[in-house]
């Protein structure tokens, strides 16, 4: 058999190798196993021990025998015990395989009396043959005290326990119906919620970083990325079944963007800021609430990224605070304000024209423009050409903002001097002097009674803002001026001709050949200057041709000299124009000279804006008396 094949079982101890070291690795781990290891070794100590040895080495022969006999004693002891113990062992075994045969055969034959089949199948032979089966057998001495009613208590008992479990039970699940209730309730409430806000044009979706949760974008897709991965907030449901909006990067607080124009330190103007929205609004009012904050977050974030450039431009940004002065009794302050702080600044608003609120309105349109731009690039564009534009390249808007004050500024000024020669040309008595103004909405250009995209009328709403000025000097000669505004100033452009019409056969103009205008002036002053100076040439021209039909005198003409531009005769008599703006006048000069026998005499006459009459008779009257010699001293 397989169990003959293995080594028999023997209780001898395990056998030991000898203790001396058997190489030298194993002597290096011996010592360094000492206190102090090899570090420790000197020679002063090694020979210290070696006579500590040799002093004693008769003791130690003497205690070796000893010990070799105590040794010799001990194995042959320790043999003894294992011999003893393996008996004993033995001995144990065989007493318990006895003492559990002996219960079998007991518990056999006490069996064998009710089941002999089964019994006989454990039963011992021996003893089956010695007392043969079924003469064993037990019997129950006493019949158990339970009565009857005792059985009916154990059974009501019984009954209780199972109705209180059933109660509890039922308790259990009415609970859990009524939870279930509850939630149904709070979850309907949640849902009508999140319905409301999705019917009303917001986008319900998963959050990025947390799919399980629900939650609402109210950015917008073209915005800068910081304020597009910002622009999403939780959706998260209140103990109550209420929502509350989760905004804390947005920054927990609505802010809007505020506008404050000053004149002379003191506040004139101010765009209103809305009121705090209540805790209690439905929430499609609190997620547009978090549109407009977020909306307006990027709108100072461009305008603060944009003001750090244009400070050749008079703006200035202090962190807090974007100031751009306009001139030196001007200046606008935009601020971010918390909705959170009291509006009080109604206390500062002035009766007329709100432009603070007009410049609110403008700011956000060109943000809004500047994202549709960034969508037409994103849509439209190849990527090699979107390359060509960098990603953090500041949006136009502060410097359209102070383009359309300062086109708006110098054509009030220019408007302002236009009135004002009008005034003095009236004044003199050039009843044919006129001037009008076409706003951009009747000067459309070709084409607009086509069809338009919504994006083309707002370019030509905002973007090409222009106006076109008629000013005429007499019954026969006009000029045209066009101002338009050209990155951060307003540019002027005269011209002699209307830039509406087909002027191929129209006649020529007086100051065709004699003072052509500039392709453009770059300010008021300027686009002034010409205008005065081309009055006075075409006055000096006008009042010649009406002097020699009058007199009659073919030797009237109008010159040009180094002297000044004017009206002269042959006969000594002449009169210079001349047309200056002096501070907030504009003021028409006539000084006449002539020759009186040997003497020579000259006077002077002027006409202003701000006076309602002159000379008598008006510059016409004295021009005739100056050239027909009826003028004395």
Known sequence: MAANNQAPFSLRPWPTGDKEPQNLADFIVRVNGQPGGFRGLSETQLRREIQAKEQGLLEDNGSNSSEEEDDDEAEEGGGKTAAVAREEFLRNIDFAHQTAMLALDSISLLLSKESPVQAGATLSPALRELVGIGTLGASKLKEPNVTEAQIQHDLSVATGWRVMGINNMVDSVLAAAERLEKEIELETKYWADVLSVSEDGWTVCALPQEPHTLGVRFGFAESAP???????????????????????????????????????????????????????????????????????????????????????????????????????????????????????????????????????????????????????????????????????????????????????????????????????????????????????????????????????????????????????????????????????????????????????????????????????????????????????RVLSQYLAQMAAKKLPDDDIQWSETLTGIGIKSNKGRDARIDLKVVGDTIILTLKGTWQDGESSHSLKWTWASNCRTGPNGGIENVVLKLMSGELSV
């Open 226 to 536: 910081d304020f597009r991965n910002n622009s999403i907030a939780p959706l998260i449901r209140e103990d109550d079944g209420a929502i509350r909006l989760g905004v804390g990067k947005v920054g927990g607080g609505s802010q809007r963007l505020r506008i404050t124009v000053k004149k002379d330190g003191r506040v004139t103007d101010q765009s209103p800021l809305p009121g705090r929205l209540l805790e209690d609004a439905p929430l499609k009012d609190r997620v547009r609430e978090a549109r407009n904050t977020i909306f307006h977050q990027e709108l100072w974030y461009e305008l603060n990224r944009e003001a750090r450039i244009l400070l050749a431009y008079d703006v200035y940004y202090d962190g807090r605070a974007i100031t751009w002065k306009q001139n030196k009794e001007t200046e606008y302050v935009l601020t971010l304000e918390d909705l959170d702080e009291a509006d009080d600044g109604n206390a500062n608003y002035r009766e007329g024209i709100r432009c603070s609120t007009a410049a609110y309105s403008l700011l956000q349109f060109l943000l809004f423009q500047s994202h549709r731009q960034n969508y037409h690039k994103r849509t439209s564009l190849s990527p090699a050409v979107r390359q060509v534009d960098p990603n953090n390249s500041t949006y136009n808007i502060l410097r359209s903002l102070i383009s359309r004050f300062e086109y708006f500024r110098s054509s009030a000024d220019f408007s302002g001097h236009l009135d004002k020669l009008f005034q003095t040309l009236r004044t003199a008595g050039i009843l044919a002097a006129s001037y009008s103004v076409l706003s951009p909405s009747n000067n459309s250009p070709p084409g607009a009674g086509q069809t338009r995209s919504p994006d083309l009328w707002a370019q030509l709403l905002f973007f090409n803002l222009r106006a076109l000025y008629t000013f005429n000097i007499t019954s026969e000669t006009r000029i045209w001026c066009i101002a338009r505004p050209y990155t951060i100033s307003t540019y002027f452009t005269m011209a002699l001709k209307d830039p509406l019409a087909d002027n191929k056969d129209s006649p020529p103009h007086a100051l065709e050949a004699v003072y052509q205008p500039a392709d453009y002036y770059v300010n008021v002053e300027e686009a002034v200057s010409y205008l005065c100076q081309a009055t006075v």
